[in-house]
């Protein structure tokens, strides 16, 4: 029997030449007030990273309708949600560090560590996640 996931994740090369993947996030049952968050350090990482910054462009929305997202700090955001339906979030994420702790993408090659793309959804990190990757055209 499969189990659906609770947080689902979709990346997509987006622009090869501009080293931007695409991130759709959703977030099958959000709390009303959901927290996200990426990591400043990895382990095996003696540098702060702040892989947040490489972030653009993110929005927040239940079906056709927007809602608000504050960033909180460097690599913290909230939403102010319906806990009732789901949360999709998109956003994109320059990736142009050929580190194995970070994200690279050109017309050669595309690779990807978790904690540089994947926003962790606070307070659901046990429950089921699926990861699909597209791509490119």
């Known amino acids: 029997m499969k189990t659906a996931a609770s947080v689902r994740y979709q990346v997509t090369p987006a622009d090869l030449h501009a080293h931007l993947f695409e991130v759709t996030l ?7 007030s959901q927290r996200l968050q990426l990591p400043a350090w990895i382990p095996g990482s003696y540098l702060i990273r702040e892989f947040a910054r490489h972030v653009h462009g ?3 929305r239940q079906g056709k309708r927007k809602v608000q997202l504050q960033q909180i700090d460097k690599h913290t955001w909230d939403v102010v949600c319906s806990p009732d339906r ?3 979030l998109q956003y994109t994420v320059y990736a142009f560090d050929a580190s194995v702790r970070t994200a690279w993408l050109d017309t050669h090659r595309g ?5 540089s793309l994947l926003l962790r959804v606070l307070g659901q990190e046990d ?3 699926r990861l699909d990757v597209t791509a490119p055209s």
């Open 26 to 32: 959703t977030v099958a049952r959000p709390a009303a």
């Open 58 to 60: 993110i929005a927040a």
């Open 86 to 88: 789901a949360l999709t």
């Open 111 to 115: 690779f990807f560590n978790g904690t």
């Open 127 to 129: 429950l089921v996640h």
